[in-house]
C-alpha cells in the first residue's frame, strides 16, 4: 500500500467511536524503513485556512485493521491527545 492510498482513508476511533479524520503523514523509523505511527489533523487553525495547528499521532501498535475505505485504531479517549506543531 501506497501512502496516497493511506491519506484516502478515514481513521475511526473504536474506542470512541469517533471519527479521526484523514492520514495526512506517517512517521517512520529511517533506520529500518519501519512505520512507527499515522499522523492525522488535530484542531483548526484560527487565522488560517491552509492547514492545522496541532496533528493527532497514532502509534503503529494502536492499528487494528485497515480496509478499503476506513482505518480502525484502539486508543482510549485519554490518551488521545493532538500534539501542537
Do not use: Y
Not at 467511536?17 to 512505520?35: K, Q, R
Not at 495547528?53 to 485497515?66: A, F, G, L, T, V
Request: charged share 25%; glycine share 8%; aromatic share 6%.
Amino acid at each position: 500500500m501506497r501512502l496516497c492510498e493511506l491519506r484516502q482513508k478515514e481513521v475511526i476511533n473504536i474506542c470512541t467511536c469517533a471519527s479521526l479524520g484523514c492520514v495526512v503523514d506517517v512517521e517512520f523509523n529511517p533506520d529500518d524503513g519501519c512505520i512507527n505511527a499515522l499522523i492525522v489533523p488535530g484542531g483548526s487553525r484560527f487565522s488560517s485556512f491552509w492547514g492545522h495547528d496541532s496533528e493527532i499521532i497514532i502509534p503503529w501498535r494502536c492499528i487494528c485493521q485497515i480496509g478499503k475505505d476506513i482505518i480502525l485504531v484502539e486508543i482510549p479517549a485519554d490518551k488521545c491527545h493532538a500534539r501542537q506543531r
